[in-house]
Protein backbone atom coordinates (compact mmCIF):
# COMPACT_ATOMS: atom_id res chain seq x y z
CA UNK A 1 0.00 0.00 0.00
CA UNK A 2 1.24 3.27 -0.97
CA UNK A 3 -0.83 4.63 2.38
CA UNK A 4 -0.62 2.33 5.58
CA UNK A 5 -3.92 2.09 7.04
CA UNK A 6 -3.29 1.18 11.21
CA UNK A 7 -5.68 0.53 13.68
CA UNK A 8 -4.72 2.32 17.04
CA UNK A 9 -6.49 0.96 19.68
CA UNK A 10 -6.09 3.12 23.30
CA UNK A 11 -6.73 1.96 27.00
CA UNK A 12 -8.54 -1.02 28.81
CA UNK A 13 -11.71 -3.33 29.20
CA UNK A 14 -12.11 -5.86 32.08
CA UNK A 15 -13.75 -8.48 30.89
CA UNK A 16 -11.35 -10.56 28.10
CA UNK A 17 -14.07 -11.50 25.94
CA UNK A 18 -15.21 -8.10 25.13
CA UNK A 19 -11.18 -7.56 24.03
CA UNK A 20 -11.06 -10.41 21.53
CA UNK A 21 -14.58 -9.44 20.05
CA UNK A 22 -13.12 -5.85 19.51
CA UNK A 23 -10.33 -7.22 17.84
CA UNK A 24 -11.78 -9.49 15.99
CA UNK A 25 -12.88 -7.29 13.05
CA UNK A 26 -9.52 -5.82 12.68
CA UNK A 27 -7.45 -8.79 12.55
CA UNK A 28 -9.48 -10.19 9.49
CA UNK A 29 -8.94 -7.17 7.86
CA UNK A 30 -5.37 -7.30 8.44
CA UNK A 31 -6.04 -11.02 7.33
CA UNK A 32 -7.31 -9.38 4.02
CA UNK A 33 -5.08 -6.84 3.66
CA UNK A 34 -6.94 -3.96 4.56
CA UNK A 35 -4.53 -3.20 7.87
CA UNK A 36 -1.20 -2.93 7.89
CA UNK A 37 -0.80 -2.66 11.77
CA UNK A 38 -2.97 -3.13 14.48
CA UNK A 39 -1.51 -1.28 18.04
CA UNK A 40 -2.65 -1.68 21.14
CA UNK A 41 -1.29 0.73 22.97
CA UNK A 42 -1.41 1.36 26.90
CA UNK A 43 0.50 2.93 29.95
CA UNK A 44 2.93 0.68 31.77
CA UNK A 45 1.44 0.49 34.95
CA UNK A 46 1.50 -2.59 36.73
CA UNK A 47 -2.15 -2.01 37.34
CA UNK A 48 -3.00 -2.60 33.87
CA UNK A 49 -1.38 -6.18 33.88
CA UNK A 50 -4.43 -8.32 33.57
CA UNK A 51 -5.99 -6.21 31.43
CA UNK A 52 -3.27 -6.59 28.87
CA UNK A 53 -2.92 -10.53 28.62
CA UNK A 54 -5.72 -11.48 26.29
CA UNK A 55 -3.61 -9.10 23.81
CA UNK A 56 -0.42 -11.90 23.98
CA UNK A 57 -2.56 -14.46 22.39
CA UNK A 58 -2.97 -12.39 19.56
CA UNK A 59 0.52 -12.39 17.40
CA UNK A 60 -0.98 -9.95 14.69
CA UNK A 61 -1.24 -7.09 17.36
CA UNK A 62 1.72 -5.05 18.43
CA UNK A 63 1.22 -4.39 22.20
CA UNK A 64 3.28 -1.26 23.56
CA UNK A 65 3.41 -0.23 26.99
CA UNK A 66 4.02 3.23 27.04
CA UNK A 67 4.79 5.38 30.48
CA UNK A 68 2.11 6.71 32.35
CA UNK A 69 2.24 10.95 32.78
CA UNK A 70 1.79 12.25 35.90
CA UNK A 71 -1.30 14.04 35.86
CA UNK A 72 -3.05 16.27 38.59
CA UNK A 73 -6.64 16.83 39.11
CA UNK A 74 -9.91 14.73 39.96
CA UNK A 75 -10.99 11.56 38.22
CA UNK A 76 -12.90 13.02 35.28
CA UNK A 77 -9.44 15.52 34.86
CA UNK A 78 -7.54 12.91 35.14
CA UNK A 79 -9.32 10.33 32.75
CA UNK A 80 -9.45 12.76 29.65
CA UNK A 81 -6.52 14.06 30.15
CA UNK A 82 -4.52 10.25 29.73
CA UNK A 83 -7.13 9.43 26.51
CA UNK A 84 -5.56 12.74 25.19
CA UNK A 85 -2.27 11.60 25.93
CA UNK A 86 -3.18 8.07 24.97
CA UNK A 87 -3.81 8.94 21.24
CA UNK A 88 -1.08 11.20 21.44
CA UNK A 89 1.68 8.78 22.14
CA UNK A 90 0.12 5.82 20.15
CA UNK A 91 0.23 8.42 16.93
CA UNK A 92 3.88 8.61 17.97
CA UNK A 93 4.55 5.11 17.09
CA UNK A 94 3.24 5.59 13.62
CA UNK A 95 6.16 7.64 11.26
CA UNK A 96 4.04 8.07 8.26
CA UNK A 97 2.20 11.17 7.94
CA UNK A 98 -0.28 10.23 5.29
CA UNK A 99 -1.15 7.20 7.36
CA UNK A 100 -5.18 5.96 7.58
CA UNK A 101 -5.79 5.83 11.18
CA UNK A 102 -8.74 4.05 12.78
CA UNK A 103 -8.83 5.04 16.15
CA UNK A 104 -10.38 2.78 18.64
CA UNK A 105 -10.66 0.99 22.17
CA UNK A 106 -10.96 -2.59 23.10
CA UNK A 107 -14.92 -1.91 24.28
CA UNK A 108 -15.97 -0.98 21.13
CA UNK A 109 -17.34 -3.53 18.83
CA UNK A 110 -17.56 -3.03 15.24
CA UNK A 111 -19.26 -5.02 12.14
CA UNK A 112 -16.23 -6.14 10.31
CA UNK A 113 -18.06 -5.49 6.71
CA UNK A 114 -18.92 -2.22 7.86
CA UNK A 115 -15.39 -0.96 8.55
CA UNK A 116 -14.16 -2.62 5.79
CA UNK A 117 -16.40 -0.49 3.47
CA UNK A 118 -14.71 2.60 5.74
CA UNK A 119 -11.27 1.73 4.88
CA UNK A 120 -12.34 0.90 1.08
CA UNK A 121 -13.80 3.91 0.35
CA UNK A 122 -12.12 6.31 3.09
CA UNK A 123 -11.17 8.70 -0.18
CA UNK A 124 -14.88 8.94 -1.48
CA UNK A 125 -16.71 9.05 1.84
CA UNK A 126 -14.51 11.69 3.46
CA UNK A 127 -13.09 13.69 0.94
CA UNK A 128 -13.01 17.60 1.35
CA UNK A 129 -16.32 19.16 1.16
CA UNK A 130 -17.86 21.10 -2.06
CA UNK A 131 -20.03 22.80 0.31
CA UNK A 132 -18.47 25.94 0.46
CA UNK A 133 -18.36 26.46 -2.91
CA UNK A 134 -21.85 25.23 -3.81
CA UNK A 135 -23.74 27.18 -1.09
CA UNK A 136 -21.26 29.97 -1.34
CA UNK A 137 -20.60 30.89 2.33
CA UNK A 138 -16.95 32.25 3.01
CA UNK A 139 -15.97 30.43 5.83
CA UNK A 140 -12.79 29.22 7.52
CA UNK A 141 -11.06 26.80 5.81
CA UNK A 142 -10.90 23.28 7.29
CA UNK A 143 -8.30 22.36 9.67
CA UNK A 144 -8.04 19.19 8.18
CA UNK A 145 -6.86 17.33 4.76
CA UNK A 146 -9.89 14.88 4.54
CA UNK A 147 -13.11 14.72 6.70
CA UNK A 148 -12.87 12.49 9.57
CA UNK A 149 -15.45 9.54 10.05
CA UNK A 150 -17.28 9.45 14.07
CA UNK A 151 -20.31 6.94 14.58
CA UNK A 152 -22.39 9.71 15.70
CA UNK A 153 -22.82 13.04 16.52
CA UNK A 154 -24.97 15.97 18.75
CA UNK A 155 -26.93 18.24 16.77
CA UNK A 156 -27.85 20.65 19.97
CA UNK A 157 -25.04 20.06 21.30
CA UNK A 158 -21.99 20.75 19.74
CA UNK A 159 -18.93 18.98 19.55
CA UNK A 160 -20.33 16.27 21.26
CA UNK A 161 -19.29 13.90 18.90
CA UNK A 162 -18.44 9.78 19.20
CA UNK A 163 -14.45 9.75 20.96
CA UNK A 164 -14.38 6.20 21.28
CA UNK A 165 -13.83 5.06 17.41
CA UNK A 166 -13.30 7.25 14.64
CA UNK A 167 -10.95 7.24 11.39
CA UNK A 168 -9.21 10.10 9.99
CA UNK A 169 -5.70 10.73 8.34
CA UNK A 170 -2.89 10.91 11.07
CA UNK A 171 -2.44 14.90 10.40
CA UNK A 172 -5.88 15.52 10.89
CA UNK A 173 -6.02 12.57 14.00
CA UNK A 174 -3.45 14.53 15.78
CA UNK A 175 -5.29 17.80 16.02
CA UNK A 176 -7.55 15.81 18.24
CA UNK A 177 -4.76 14.77 20.31
CA UNK A 178 -3.89 18.77 21.17
CA UNK A 179 -2.62 19.97 24.93
CA UNK A 180 -4.27 22.87 24.52
CA UNK A 181 -7.51 20.78 24.98
CA UNK A 182 -6.43 20.41 28.71
CA UNK A 183 -6.45 23.76 29.33
CA UNK A 184 -10.36 23.43 29.26
CA UNK A 185 -10.72 20.54 31.59
CA UNK A 186 -9.84 22.51 34.99
CA UNK A 187 -13.43 22.27 35.82
CA UNK A 188 -14.18 18.66 35.91
CA UNK A 189 -12.23 18.77 38.91
CA UNK A 190 -15.49 20.59 40.54
CA UNK A 191 -18.50 19.31 38.71
CA UNK A 192 -19.30 16.20 37.38
CA UNK A 193 -20.78 17.90 33.67
CA UNK A 194 -18.27 14.37 32.75
CA UNK A 195 -19.52 15.06 29.12
CA UNK A 196 -17.13 18.35 28.43
CA UNK A 197 -14.34 15.54 28.16
CA UNK A 198 -15.99 14.24 24.94
CA UNK A 199 -16.02 18.30 23.80
CA UNK A 200 -12.79 19.73 23.91
CA UNK A 201 -11.11 17.13 21.62
CA UNK A 202 -13.16 18.25 18.96
CA UNK A 203 -13.75 21.99 19.70
CA UNK A 204 -10.59 22.58 20.14
CA UNK A 205 -9.19 22.42 16.35
CA UNK A 206 -11.97 25.18 15.60
CA UNK A 207 -11.31 27.74 18.35
CA UNK A 208 -9.04 29.65 16.52
CA UNK A 209 -11.24 29.91 13.29
CA UNK A 210 -14.75 29.85 15.82
CA UNK A 211 -14.30 31.63 18.65
CA UNK A 212 -17.75 31.75 19.30
CA UNK A 213 -17.31 28.87 21.06
CA UNK A 214 -15.01 30.00 23.76
CA UNK A 215 -17.70 31.13 25.82
CA UNK A 216 -19.73 27.70 25.13
CA UNK A 217 -16.59 25.92 26.47
CA UNK A 218 -16.22 28.62 29.62
CA UNK A 219 -19.96 28.82 30.64
CA UNK A 220 -20.73 24.87 29.89
CA UNK A 221 -22.10 24.20 33.46
CA UNK A 222 -25.28 25.72 32.19
CA UNK A 223 -25.94 22.85 29.88
CA UNK A 224 -26.16 19.72 32.53
CA UNK A 225 -27.40 16.51 31.15
CA UNK A 226 -30.51 16.27 32.50
CA UNK A 227 -33.47 15.01 30.17
CA UNK A 228 -36.07 17.78 32.16
CA UNK A 229 -33.70 20.51 32.29
CA UNK A 230 -33.01 20.02 28.41
CA UNK A 231 -36.60 19.66 27.36
CA UNK A 232 -37.77 23.33 29.29
CA UNK A 233 -34.38 24.57 27.85
CA UNK A 234 -35.06 23.77 24.10
CA UNK A 235 -38.92 25.08 24.61
CA UNK A 236 -37.49 28.81 25.48
CA UNK A 237 -34.33 28.90 23.99
CA UNK A 238 -35.01 28.75 20.59
CA UNK A 239 -36.41 31.58 20.79
CA UNK A 240 -33.01 33.49 21.54
CA UNK A 241 -31.47 34.36 17.87
CA UNK A 242 -27.77 33.53 19.67
CA UNK A 243 -28.93 29.80 19.82
CA UNK A 244 -29.58 29.66 15.72
CA UNK A 245 -26.26 30.99 15.41
CA UNK A 246 -24.29 28.61 17.56
CA UNK A 247 -26.66 25.51 16.02
CA UNK A 248 -25.87 26.61 12.56
CA UNK A 249 -22.41 27.15 13.21
CA UNK A 250 -21.88 24.23 14.71
CA UNK A 251 -23.81 22.41 12.06
CA UNK A 252 -21.74 24.39 9.09
CA UNK A 253 -18.93 22.59 10.64
CA UNK A 254 -20.36 19.17 11.19
CA UNK A 255 -21.04 19.12 7.77
CA UNK A 256 -17.72 20.05 5.94
CA UNK A 257 -15.37 18.48 8.43
CA UNK A 258 -16.58 15.17 9.84
CA UNK A 259 -18.72 11.99 7.91
CA UNK A 260 -21.05 10.69 10.12
CA UNK A 261 -22.53 7.00 9.99
CA UNK A 262 -23.75 4.91 12.71
CA UNK A 263 -24.85 2.17 10.38
CA UNK A 264 -27.79 -0.06 10.89
CA UNK A 265 -28.39 -1.63 14.80
CA UNK A 266 -26.22 -3.96 15.73
CA UNK A 267 -23.19 -3.04 13.62
CA UNK A 268 -21.14 -1.44 16.21
CA UNK A 269 -21.58 -1.04 20.49
CA UNK A 270 -19.80 0.62 22.58
CA UNK A 271 -19.68 -1.60 26.10
CA UNK A 272 -19.45 1.35 28.76
CA UNK A 273 -18.90 1.23 32.69
CA UNK A 274 -20.95 4.23 32.66
CA UNK A 275 -23.57 2.07 31.12
CA UNK A 276 -23.02 -1.31 32.65
CA UNK A 277 -22.66 0.19 36.71
CA UNK A 278 -25.30 -2.98 37.60
CA UNK A 279 -23.62 -6.10 34.81
CA UNK A 280 -21.19 -8.77 35.83
CA UNK A 281 -18.27 -7.96 34.12
CA UNK A 282 -16.79 -11.30 34.12
CA UNK A 283 -20.22 -12.28 31.70
CA UNK A 284 -20.02 -10.65 28.66
CA UNK A 285 -23.20 -11.44 27.96
CA UNK A 286 -24.69 -9.22 30.75
CA UNK A 287 -22.98 -6.02 29.01
CA UNK A 288 -25.02 -3.91 27.41
CA UNK A 289 -24.37 -1.42 24.53
CA UNK A 290 -24.42 2.14 25.87
CA UNK A 291 -26.55 4.77 23.68
CA UNK A 292 -27.27 5.52 20.62
CA UNK A 293 -25.99 2.27 19.71
CA UNK A 294 -29.06 -0.12 20.91
CA UNK A 295 -31.57 1.95 19.11
CA UNK A 296 -29.37 3.26 16.01
CA UNK A 297 -32.98 3.39 13.94
CA UNK A 298 -35.01 5.13 16.47
CA UNK A 299 -32.24 7.82 16.61
CA UNK A 300 -31.80 7.97 12.84
CA UNK A 301 -36.04 8.27 12.90
CA UNK A 302 -35.62 11.64 15.14
CA UNK A 303 -33.14 13.34 12.37
CA UNK A 304 -35.90 15.09 10.25
CA UNK A 305 -33.55 16.26 7.63
CA UNK A 306 -34.44 19.29 6.21
CA UNK A 307 -35.28 22.40 8.58
CA UNK A 308 -32.74 23.41 12.25
CA UNK A 309 -35.11 22.71 14.31
CA UNK A 310 -36.83 19.31 13.96
CA UNK A 311 -33.12 17.57 14.04
CA UNK A 312 -32.04 20.00 16.82
CA UNK A 313 -35.18 20.31 19.05
CA UNK A 314 -35.02 16.92 20.70
CA UNK A 315 -33.85 16.54 24.36
CA UNK A 316 -30.51 14.65 22.66
CA UNK A 317 -29.74 15.43 19.15
CA UNK A 318 -27.88 12.56 18.03
CA UNK A 319 -27.34 11.76 14.36
CA UNK A 320 -26.55 8.97 12.80
CA UNK A 321 -25.35 10.26 9.40
CA UNK A 322 -24.90 12.92 7.36
CA UNK A 323 -28.42 13.78 5.98
CA UNK A 324 -29.44 16.63 8.71
CA UNK A 325 -26.49 18.50 8.48
CA UNK A 326 -26.29 18.40 4.87
CA UNK A 327 -29.72 19.22 3.91
CA UNK A 328 -29.17 22.55 5.93
CA UNK A 329 -27.12 23.66 2.66
CA UNK A 330 -27.97 21.37 -0.12
CA UNK A 331 -31.99 22.18 0.15
CA UNK A 332 -33.36 24.87 -1.71
CA UNK A 333 -36.33 25.51 0.46
CA UNK A 334 -36.58 24.15 4.27
CA UNK A 335 -38.98 24.27 7.27
CA UNK A 336 -38.15 26.73 9.59
CA UNK A 337 -35.25 29.06 7.78
CA UNK A 338 -34.49 30.23 3.72
CA UNK A 339 -30.92 29.66 2.60
CA UNK A 340 -30.40 32.94 2.35
CA UNK A 341 -31.44 33.37 5.87
CA UNK A 342 -28.66 30.55 6.66
CA UNK A 343 -25.97 32.39 4.48
CA UNK A 344 -26.43 35.77 6.30
CA UNK A 345 -26.52 34.00 9.72
CA UNK A 346 -22.92 32.44 8.86
CA UNK A 347 -21.72 35.32 7.44
CA UNK A 348 -22.36 37.52 10.91
CA UNK A 349 -20.95 35.04 12.73
CA UNK A 350 -17.75 35.67 10.91
CA UNK A 351 -17.70 39.55 12.30
CA UNK A 352 -17.97 37.97 16.62
CA UNK A 353 -14.46 38.78 17.08
CA UNK A 354 -16.12 42.36 16.45
CA UNK A 355 -18.69 42.32 18.95
CA UNK A 356 -21.56 41.61 16.54
CA UNK A 357 -23.37 39.29 18.45
CA UNK A 358 -22.26 40.30 21.98
CA UNK A 359 -25.98 41.36 23.00
CA UNK A 360 -27.47 38.14 21.74
CA UNK A 361 -24.81 36.18 23.21
CA UNK A 362 -25.01 37.35 26.33
CA UNK A 363 -28.97 37.31 26.33
CA UNK A 364 -28.12 33.85 25.42
CA UNK A 365 -26.16 32.54 28.34
CA UNK A 366 -27.92 34.58 30.59
CA UNK A 367 -31.37 32.75 29.94
CA UNK A 368 -29.36 29.41 30.66
CA UNK A 369 -28.43 30.79 33.72
CA UNK A 370 -31.65 31.48 34.71
CA UNK A 371 -33.09 28.15 34.13
CA UNK A 372 -29.99 26.57 35.80
CA UNK A 373 -30.73 28.47 38.96
CA UNK A 374 -34.92 27.84 38.80
CA UNK A 375 -34.09 24.07 38.30
CA UNK A 376 -31.57 23.51 41.68
CA UNK A 377 -28.43 23.41 39.26
CA UNK A 378 -26.93 26.64 40.25
CA UNK A 379 -26.41 27.68 43.85
CA UNK A 380 -23.84 30.15 44.67
CA UNK A 381 -22.35 32.54 42.01
CA UNK A 382 -21.84 30.16 39.12
CA UNK A 383 -21.16 27.14 40.98
CA UNK A 384 -22.91 24.08 39.30
CA UNK A 385 -23.97 20.84 40.75
CA UNK A 386 -25.16 19.23 37.48
CA UNK A 387 -24.70 15.76 36.31
Known amino acids: MTRPTIALVTGFTRNSELCRRSLAPLRELKRRGLLDRILAVTWDSAALD???VPYTAMPD???ARVPQPL????TYRKGCTLQLRNLEAALALVPETNALIFKTRPDFVADTEFLAGKVANFDTLCAPSLLPYTFGADMPDS???MKIWLPWADSNQ???YEDGAFMGLKRDVAKLADRRAENYLSDLDNHTYSWLAHIVRFVTPFLDDYPIFERYLRDFQLF???MEFRMEMLSTIHEVPFFWYLILTHAWILANNFHVDCGTDGQMGLYTNLYNQQSDWSKFETLLPSPPYNNVE???????????LPGAGRAFGRVMD???QQALFTRAELTDLAPDTIRTMLRNMTFYSQGLLAEVENEYYETLEKLCRAQGFLRGGRQAIAV
Open 224 to 226: PKV
Open 158 to 160: PFF
Open 61 to 63: VEL
Open 71 to 74: VTGG
Open 50 to 52: EFV
Open 298 to 308: GWREGQCPGGV
Open 143 to 145: PFD
Open 322 to 324: DDW
